[in-house]
């Protein structure tokens, strides 16, 4: 597509649930980073893919969080037994790594609420 | 470590005046690039502006620019002749070249254009 996808846009969840995040990249871009925006806050890296090398997971706050990268395209953010904490927006973004000159293109973004 | 320091938590202007946001970052790296990124309420987040940290001369595009200080370890944008449409929150972010690869971000600046 023509930019970076997510999905759901918005997402209410009990405490206590587990949540899947979808993020569609622009095509033939191979570094995806998943970023976590807070309220009123800066993004916050959570993990990092780089074509099929290992993921830097450095950034995932704790256990209950995890992402996969499926074909080198598609990624999925999965919270495990979310929290309240847990409620931010959570940002995707893609970028050609060859390159740094376009930067990095982000989608809108899911809203996540833990009631 | 990589760092990015915001330290105007928001600014205001009035439409077609000018206004500076600050931003300083530490890096011990000599090969990075800096941007500024713009995100309207649609949490879409823009780029609008970069510069690579060995070109000494400061990135323009239209009405905004940079000040780049690379001995300072600053980078502040100027918008000019600022428009409605440039209320938004502005990050500042920096990417390095080796290592690991990924956006950091400060804190942002919530920047209110008054007509």
């Known amino acids: 597509g023509a930019g970076v996808s997510q999905s759901p846009s918005n997402k209410v969840t009990e405490k206590g649930k587990d949540v899947e995040l979808r993020c569609d990249p622009i095509s033939g871009h191979t570094a995806l980073y998943w970023y976590r925006q807070s309220l009123g806050q800066g993004l916050e890296f959570l993990i990092y893919?780089?074509?099929?090398?290992?993921?830097?997971k450095s950034g995932l706050p704790s256990d209950r969080f995890s992402a996969e990268r499926t074909g080198g395209s598609v990624s999925t953010l999965t919270i495990q037994r979310t929290q309240q904490e847990d409620s931010a927006v959570y940002l995707c973004?893609?970028?050609?790594?060859?390159?740094?000159?376009?930067?990095?293109?982000f989608g809108s973004g899911t809203r996540l609420t833990v009631v | 470590a990589q760092t990015v320091t915001q330290s105007q938590p928001e600014m205001s202007v009035q439409e077609a005046e000018t206004v500076t946001l600050s931003c300083t970052y530490d890096t011990s790296e000599n090969n990075y690039y800096l941007f500024w990124y713009k995100q309207p309420p649609s949490r879409q987040m823009i780029l609008v502006i970069r510069?690579?940290?060995?070109?000494?001369q400061n990135a323009t595009e239209n009405r905004f620019s940079v000040n780049f200080q690379k001995a300072a370890k600053s980078f502040s944008l100027k918008i000019s002749d600022s428009q409605l449409g440039d209320t938004a929150m502005y990050f500042c972010?920096?990417?390095?070249?080796?290592?690991?690869?990924?956006?950091?971000f400060g804190t942002g600046t919530r920047l209110l254009v008054s007509p």
């Open positions: 893919f780089q074509g099929n090398s290992a993921p830097d």
């Open positions: 973004a893609s970028r050609d790594s060859g390159t740094i000159n376009y930067g990095y293109t």
């Open positions: 972010a920096s990417h390095m070249n080796t290592g690991f690869q990924k956006l950091v």
């Open positions: 510069q690579e940290a060995y070109k000494q």
